[in-house]
């Protein structure tokens, strides 16, 4: 089992910026990859970003590519999502996941486990 413990979100104005951590713990040794999706009102869970933890291969929703960031910090078995030029539509619940299995893929059946989420709110 892998537990995931998401933290940093919050509300910022347009424009403003948040980082999101997530802390991995117990069976991370055999994680390949983590990622966030997110989740907004009535909407359906959808990808925003991963990275592969071995090489730090990175990917992005195209409706991130240019604002936010994904990295990872080996050490401490935690990933981070910078989060830059935010707009409203960016507003919804974050998870950060985990993936066992080689290769990327945006649909959320493709991972593992779970974080709870944290909540991310930009106002207009």
């Known amino acids: 089992q892998v537990q995931l413990v998401e933290s940093g979100g919050g509300l910022v104005q347009t424009g403003g910026s948040l980082r999101l951590s997530c802390a991995a713990s117990?069976?991370?040794?055999?994680?390949?990859?983590m990622g966030w999706f997110r989740q907004a009102p009535g909407k359906e869970r959808e990808f925003v970003a991963a990275i592969t933890w071995s090489l730090g291969h990175t990917y992005l929703a195209d409706s991130v590519v240019g604002r936010f960031t994904i990295s990872r910090d080996n050490a401490k078995n935690t990933v981070y999502l910078q989060m830059n030029s935010l707009k409203p539509e960016d507003t919804a619940v974050y998870f950060c996941?985990?993936?066992?299995?080689?290769?990327?893929?945006?649909?959320?059946?493709?991972?593992?486990?779970w974080g709870q989420g944290t909540q991310v709110t930009v106002s207009s």
């Open positions: 117990g069976r991370t040794f055999s994680t390949y990859a």
């Open positions: 996941t985990s993936r066992l299995s080689g290769g990327i893929i945006a649909a959320k059946e493709g991972y593992d486990y």
